[in-house]
């Protein structure tokens, strides 16, 4: 098993999980699978976007946990998942089959959820949403900085006018197969400019960058040419459940334009949250923020005594 990358102390240093397990998909991908907090409470999983892993999480883990059962998991090919060897393990068909394999492996039959995905984790909730492994599962759902489409034409990454070269240039970047290398003072500018807010504290840049640096080259590289066709437009009609939408208006890679049209597409969306100066990585740069979205969705629709759906259950 490979190591992950993290914080090694402090707010943003993953906490030790209650328990470890394997989600099988249905290839036979092993998926690294993690849980934390009481059994009972009220459930959250947490989906992890492109070059990440569960150690992204790390503060929504340490917030959330202690009142509510909160599961994560790495994305095939990042973390301690196992990494594709043929390039048909890299698809939108597959992050569907995933979430289906760490549902049924982390929850109880009818058991509901709030599920939770950031850039490449809420595509994986689009692209699921009309799995029945789903559907039985999910009672709300974030998507956080996310788009469903047109990700390469409208990244703001390259400083360019919108057009071709700024579309084949971003392409460039953003598939890029040299090795990210170590973690240098030029790396966490580079990454900050690309994926974080102008005001972003420097150890919350640290943190991204350790996160992103650790993800190997092959999955990075595999998965930006799958996110460069990406076409979930659609599949837009079927994330039926209570979906809140949050970005930061300083996003390069997924801009806000992606927020507000996910919000006016969505059968039932519970509200748009744009955060000021904030860029892409909205989980480490504004955690609260985040936290809060998570834990309003959990409290209104989460499974389990202490959330209101579980509540009108017993009621019923």
Known sequence: MRG??????????????????TAVSA???????EAHGPDGAPAVVLVHGWTCSTAFWAAQVRALSATRRVIAYDQRGHGRSQVPVEAAGYSTRALADDLEAVLAATLAPGEKAVLVGHSMGGMTLMAAAARPGVRAHAAAALLCSTGS???VAESTVVPLRAGTVRTFLTRRVLAARAPMGPVTPLA???LKYATMGPGSAPERVDACARIVHACPRVPRYRWAHILDGLQLDAGLADLTVPTA???????????VVHARRLAAALPHCTGLT?????????????????????????????????????RLKEGA
């Open 274 to 310: 744009e955060l000021a100066g904030v860029g892409h990585m909205t989980p480490v740069e504004a955690p609260e923020a985040v936290t809060r979205a998570v834990a309003d969705l959990a409290d209104t629709y989460a499974d389990g005594p202490s959330g209101a759906y579980g």
């Open 27 to 33: 290839d036979g991908t092993r998926l690294h699978v």
């Open 4 to 21: 992950r990358g993290h914080a090694p102390a402090g707010p943003f240093a993953p906490p030790v999980a209650a328990r470890e397990l």
């Open 149 to 151: 489409s047109r990700l």
């Open 188 to 190: 966490r500018a580079l």
């Open 245 to 255: 939408v949050l970005a930061g208006t300083a996003d390069r890679l997924t801009p």
